[in-house]
């Protein structure tokens, strides 16, 4: 297992840097993020040019690369803070459809003029994703979905969307849970979009009679929970990829601000406790990445492993996302929150992928009960 980067991904996450720097600084992105679209439709089609909506596509469409070329990416589009949808589209759907008949959407990922979400979220839906209740009936030509979803990330701006629904059983029942891809502009497709804490956009979608064909499952009829527990493994490397981003540019402005700021006619980063608290953001920061490269490694290998190292990754991200940031808001005292300063947006950042995808807690049971089948 590899914790470092070769010189072919170095240069892949100095590209994404570069590329990234020059699309606009902080106050540009922050302007975009509050503009009537919420996002930066030029940087999306650049990504796309640049071949990075190609990294761990299939061959046959033009992918390259696997899990480290995506732990490059995500950390460098996690430094810059930026909200495009790439871990939802590229990190979490593609794999998925990757599985067949979905070679159309793939090469539109590729080429940046498709956009994916996934909506399986639901109210009162927590860890156990086998409570998913959306039902979908089938009908003489295909299927036809009734329900809502909440909470589904990049949804305003998804030209489809992959949706978790109950073709059978009950909820709870982890038989029955089938994929389904879904235009975002079919009838009886409504959306209401709003910002999440970190200004990104979301929605709660709802879905009232959308008649979908026979073809466009994905997966077998039924056994789609297998598919969601790789969906949420993956999603977990992306956000911990990303998070070393975030933690590394709240570590690096924290060292800034401690080098220029003066108390008692001295920088408080001379201050030996203080100085204490950043070396300890520096072994989150440390530890976080490890078991983000470990996640990201173990996506393609023994569902049993992925799954482990990706709760493994939840829990140590979890933990470093909200000390780091913590204590980058207390070091920078109140100012550390005000809007004019980066650092209370990569706070927010960081506290939305601390509660994403499961809570530690669940995920401390589940590697638990891992270890001890394994053993």
């Not at 959407?105 to 409570?131: K, M, Q």
Request: overall charge negative; charged content about 20%; aromatic content about 6%.
């Amino acid at each position: 297992m590899d914790f470092e980067l070769n010189d072919e991904q170095q240069q892949l996450k100095s590209t994404v840097e570069r590329y990234l720097a020059s699309a606009g600084d902080f106050a540009a992105r922050t302007r975009a993020l509050r503009s009537e679209s919420g996002w930066r439709e030029a940087v999306w089609h650049g990504l796309a040019e640049l071949g990075v909506l190609s990294i761990g596509l299939p061959e046959a469409h033009g992918g390259f690369g696997g899990g480290l070329e995506m732990m490059a990416a995500m950390e460098e589009l996690g430094r810059a803070l930026a909200p495009e949808p790439v871990a939802e589209t590229l990190f979490q759907a593609a794999p998925l459809l990757a599985r067949g008949g979905y070679g159309h959407l793939l090469e539109g990922i590729a080429a940046g003029s498709v956009r994916l979400a996934l909506a399986v979220g639901e109210e009162g839906l927590r860890d156990d994703l086998s409570a998913i209740a959306l039902r979908a009936a089938r009908t003489a030509d295909g299927w036809r979905l009734d329900g809502a979803k909440c909470v589904v990330v990049a949804a305003p701006w998804a030209t489809h969307l992959l949706v978790a629904a109950r073709t059978s059983g009950q909820s709870g029942d982890g038989e029955g849970l089938t994929l389904f891809v879904v235009p975002a502009d079919a009838p009886g497709v409504t959306m209401t979009p709003y910002r999440m804490l970190d200004e990104r956009r979301a929605a709660d979608v709802h879905f009232a009679g959308v008649e979908v064909a026979a073809s466009a499952l994905v997966g077998a009829e039924g056994q789609g929970l297998a598919l969601l527990e790789e969906w949420r493994d993956r999603a977990i490397a992306a956000a911990a990829a990303e998070a070393c981003g975030v933690i590394e540019r709240l570590l690096d402005d924290t060292v800034a601000y401690a080098k220029q700021r003066e108390q008692f006619g001295q920088t408080i980063g001379s201050f030996q406790v203080l100085q204490h608290r950043m070396v300890d953001m520096v072994l989150e920061l440390e530890l976080a990445r490890s078991a983000a490269m470990l996640a990201c490694q173990s996506l393609d290998g023994d569902p049993a492993q992925r799954a482990a190292a990706a709760s493994a990754a939840k829990v140590t991200v979890a933990r470093a996302c909200r000390f780091a940031g913590q204590n980058a808001v207390q070091l920078h005292g109140g100012m550390g929150m005000t809007d004019e300063l980066a650092i209370g947006h990569y706070f927010k950042r960081a506290t939305v992928i601390e509660h994403q995808f499961g809570s530690a807690g669940w995920h401390l049971s589940r590697r638990a009960g891992l270890d001890e089948r394994a053993a």
